[in-house]
């Protein structure tokens, strides 16, 4: 039972691009969203993260904005490089843990030069 | 530090056979998660430990799988007897606090035959 829907499973833009990763959620028990992201042959690696009181965080290039009565968030790579081709994650901790993760399937990055 | 050492990187084994996978987490580190990711199931959380006691376990498939943390530096996870649906790549990841920020290893890519 997957409890944090991702889409698009895949991503192409040209540098200089906007991508956009959205991810949806059914618990309402969640109260901490975090990105990742990960490069091939590589785990994941944070990337930043958002809790529900606030509607958008942004930490250099990547920005997230929340929807609580939506319940949606998305990932926004401003100006994106081809280094940032990668698969990004979402992911809510499941019941409010700050243990327990449950991820979305992921989006694989493309960015062209 | 290193960071998180898993070991083998890749393993095949025949089905039926036993397989354990190992980790060294970061020096310090109170917390260590297994997760096992393949397409079809994404990024799921197996076990984690705090100061090498497991604390939950509830994501081990089943009971063909066990895990150990016989000290703070060192941990297994075991497979016995190995089937084909357990091809997947393992990660072990280690924190010092939540698995938000966690650290994960490379992880080991086990393919059974």
């Known amino acids: 039972q997957q409890q944090v829907k991702q889409s698009p499973q895949s991503l192409i833009v040209q540098k200089g691009g906007i991508p956009i990763i959205n991810c949806a959620y059914e618990?309402?028990?969640?109260?901490?969203f975090p990105w990742y992201q990960q490069f091939p042959g590589k785990g994941p690696a944070l990337l930043i993260a958002?809790?529900?009181?606030?509607s958008e965080k942004k930490e250099g290039r990547f920005t997230i904005s929340f929807n609580k009565s939506a319940k949606q968030f998305s990932l926004h790579i401003m100006d994106s490089q081809p280094g940032d081709s990668a698969t990004y994650f979402c992911a809510g901790n499941v019941g409010g843990s700050n243990y327990k993760l449950t991820f979305g399937k992921g989006t694989l990055l493309t960015v062209n030069p | 530090d290193a960071g998180v050492i898993q070991s083998p990187r890749h393993e095949v084994t025949e089905m039926g056979q036993e397989v354990t996978l190992r980790c060294k987490p970061i020096?310090?580190?109170?917390?260590l998660f297994w997760y096992r990711q393949t397409m079809m199931r994404g990024l799921e959380l197996l076990i984690y430990f705090n100061n090498n006691v497991p604390i939950d376990d509830s994501g081990m498939p089943e009971d063909r799988f066990s895990a150990k943390m016989p000290n703070a530096s060192f941990s297994t996870l075991k497979i016995q007897p190995s089937e084909p649906r357990d091809s997947a790549v393992y990660f072990c990841?280690?924190?010092?606090?939540?698995?938000?920020?966690?650290?994960f290893g490379q992880g080991t890519r086990l393919t059974v035959v």
């Open positions: 958002i809790r529900p009181d606030v």
């Open positions: 020096s310090g580190h109170d917390y």
């Open positions: 990841a280690s924190s010092l606090s939540s698995a938000f920020e966690a650290f």
């Open positions: 618990n309402t028990a969640f109260d901490y």
